[in-house]
């Protein structure tokens, strides 16, 4: 009995997979300008997460919605501290830094063909 849907090659997905981190890096990196974007890279990270599973794209992924919701959390922070000497700029400005470490970091490992973590 042959399928109803044929499966795509493994090869396939993970240029798919590929593909879609790349474009949420780039929301990613737009976001630093204005945040609205982030939770549209953030979606697409949800809503396609069972199409990338067993790729590479599977850890960048991860990698990408912890980045959104610590960008989120430390935003909040720093934006509930801003009046409390200087602390929510030096909370915004950190978080600014770390979120383009993070794009940085993942977008060269992805475009290296390299899971998102080390685990060594």
Excluded: C
């Amino acid at each position: 009995m042959s399928e109803q849907y044929p499966t795509r090659s493994q090869e396939a997905r993970e240029q798919s997979g590929r593909d879609l981190a790349i474009m949420v890096y780039l929301i990613q990196a737009i976001s630093l300008f204005t945040a609205v974007p982030f939770f549209v890279g953030v979606l697409i990270n949800y809503f396609k997460r069972s199409d990338v599973r067993g790729t590479l794209a599977e850890s960048h992924f991860r990698w990408q919605i912890r980045t959104f919701w610590f960008w989120l959390l430390w935003t909040v922070v720093g934006s509930l501290t801003f009046w409390v000497f200087g602390l929510g700029y030096v909370i915004l400005a950190v978080n600014w830094i770390w979120v383009i470490y993070r794009v940085i970091r993942g977008w060269l490992r992805l475009v290296d063909r390299r899971p998102a973590y080390d685990y060594y």
